[in-house]
């Protein structure tokens, strides 16, 4: 329901202060994700293999709540409730309160919250704070990456053979013949090493730190890529999905690399190899 009450500026807003507002969200949210993990938490099912905690939707409400209260007009789109509207605001936020639930579910150190931007259409921030690490991932359009306010780079590796590729797995891998498998096999031929962290955002942020040299996966969702898309482009990378055309974070899949190895990664996505 639009809010008549509520003015709605045409022009851009700080970045700063945008930037600001979700670092701070961010790190609210963290902080009562960890409580959560400390103190307990219920689990329920999507389906047999895609839960979900009282702790997403408590983190999830933590963030709306921060950031509606710092900007009322804005729209929301979140992992458990979907689209909020609160105006016709030209700003989106997209927001996982809990990427890595399954982790977070098994005491696995390896989740996060994830704030990405919209505005007008094109994603311009991007913010992602781990709790466990304390590590806080932040890229605005034009100004960069960093980890804790130091800037990050994607890595300098050339060759496909030389690198360390992540992915992960759709919660539907039981029912779906997309499943990422078959692609899982062609890079475990070619790479040096894979990982399957649990958290794409995360491995969005590693490959922006250069910890990861590539990171493919399919069948994501908005709020998996808009926050670790900026902070991957912001930090040198390269973006698309797997024809090689611009990434859509309303597409479901994508390959993101440090750029050397990018054409690389679309070959083994696009010519399987006989046998794999």
């Known amino acids: 329901m639009v809010q008549s009450h509520v003015p709605i500026s045409s022009e851009p807003l700080s970045t700063d202060r945008l930037l600001e507002t979700a670092i701070a969200a961010s790190r609210e949210a963290g902080a009562l994700l960890l409580n959560y993990s400390a103190r307990g938490f219920r ?24 950031i509606r209260n710092c900007f009322p007009s804005h729209r929301f789109l979140a992992e458990e409730r979907g689209r909020v509207e609160q105006a016709p605001s030209p700003y989106l936020w997209i927001i996982d309160p809990l990427d890595g639930t399954t982790n977070f579910a098994h005491g696995y150190p390896a989740y996060c919250v994830s704030i990405g931007l919209e505005y007008r259409g094109r994603c311009i921030l991007g913010v992602i704070y781990d709790p466990s690490r304390d590590e806080l991932f932040t890229a605005s359009e ?37 499943n990422n498998l078959d692609h899982f096999a062609q890079f475990a031929l070619k790479a040096q090493g894979l990982r399957r962290t649990g958290s794409a955002a995360l491995d969005l942020c590693y490959v922006a730190a250069g910890r990861f040299d590539g990171f493919w996966e399919v069948r994501l969702n908005p709020w998996d890529m808009a926050a670790g898309s900026v902070i991957v482009r912001e930090a040198g990378g390269r973006l698309t999905d797997f024809s090689g055309k611009d990434l859509s974070i309303y597409e479901q899949e994508i390959v993101a690399s440090n750029g050397h190895i990018h054409e690389a990664m679309l070959d083994v996505l696009n010519h399987p190899s006989p046998g794999t």
């Open 43 to 66: 689990v329920e099912y999507k389906n047999p293999i895609n839960l979900v905690t009282d702790a997403d939707r408590a983190a999830e409400q933590c963030l709306i709540d921060h």
């Open 142 to 178: 034009t100004c960069g990456a960093q980890l804790n306010d130091r800037p990050i780079h994607v890595s300098e590796t050339t060759s496909l053979d030389n690198s360390l590729l992540v992915t992960g797995f759709a919660y539907d891998i039981r029912e779906s013949p997309r």
